[in-house]
């Protein structure tokens, strides 16, 4: 846990003491869309994530999907989605959103007590809205830039202020804090690979029958998180 404590420190420090670096880094480039001096190396990445989904995710998520009832995989996405809580209640109270926080705390409660720990989408029947927010938009919300975008393994389009964000926003998701470390790990990408299994037609449609994916991606990234910040 020490060691956890002084992993979220180091990021904290360098989040903060890039502010300054990215806004005059997106300052320099402002006349583009998308700052993107990484491009090459974000398509290779690109192109690396494509080969990976068709001949190693895809592969097991449509095994998943045939072995596994659909009810149990919606069952484990709203348990996974109620579990997130913090992370959206705690970066809505740093954006000052109080009344969004306030909505996620009764959404929380009504899925966790009513819908059985989560396992039921309470929420949604009740009309409270679910409100996305993680550390990276936090930083977006007070002013800090996106800097560069980037293309990360398995993860796919990010930026630079969203990938240093990445270890604070691992700490305010309870998974985090399993012991021991692998266990955490596999429950994360039992998650992250549940919900994908819900995504595989959009990503085929995406991957293979749009043009000039990367940029298509890229932008779809970054507006996205224009979006999600205000």
Aim: net charge neutral; aromatic share 16%.
């Amino acid at each position: 846990m020490k060691l956890k404590t002084i992993i979220l420190f180091f990021s904290l420090t360098i989040c903060f003491s890039f502010a300054n670096e990215i806004s005059e880094f997106e300052d320099e480039f402002s006349q583009y869309k998308v700052n993107d001096p990484l491009s090459g190396y974000n398509k290779v990445m690109t192109r690396f994530n494509v080969f990976l989904y068709d001949y190693g995710f895809r592969p097991t998520l449509m095994a998943y999907t045939k072995i596994t009832p659909k009810a149990f995989r919606v069952g484990v996405r709203n348990f996974f989605d109620n579990l997130a809580f913090p992370l959206r209640f705690i970066n809505n109270a740093l954006q000052f959103k109080f009344e969004q926080a306030g909505e996620e705390t009764k959404r929380f409660i009504a899925n966790t007590i009513l819908g059985f720990g989560g396992i039921m989408n309470t929420g949604d029947a009740l009309h409270l809205k679910k409100h996305p927010a993680d550390f990276g938009s936090t930083l977006a919300h007070w002013g800090i830039g996106g800097g560069f975008h980037l293309v990360l393994p398995i993860l796919g389009p990010s930026n630079l202020r969203d990938t240093l964000s990445l270890p604070v926003d691992w700490f305010l998701y309870p998974s985090a804090y399993i012991n021991p470390d692998w266990a955490s790990f596999a429950i994360s990408s039992y998650a992250y690979g549940n919900e994908i299994s819900f995504k595989i037609d959009e990503i085929d449609e995406i991957y293979h029958n749009t043009p000039n994916l990367y940029p298509f991606l890229r932008d779809a990234y970054e507006q996205r998180r224009i979006e999600i910040s205000k």
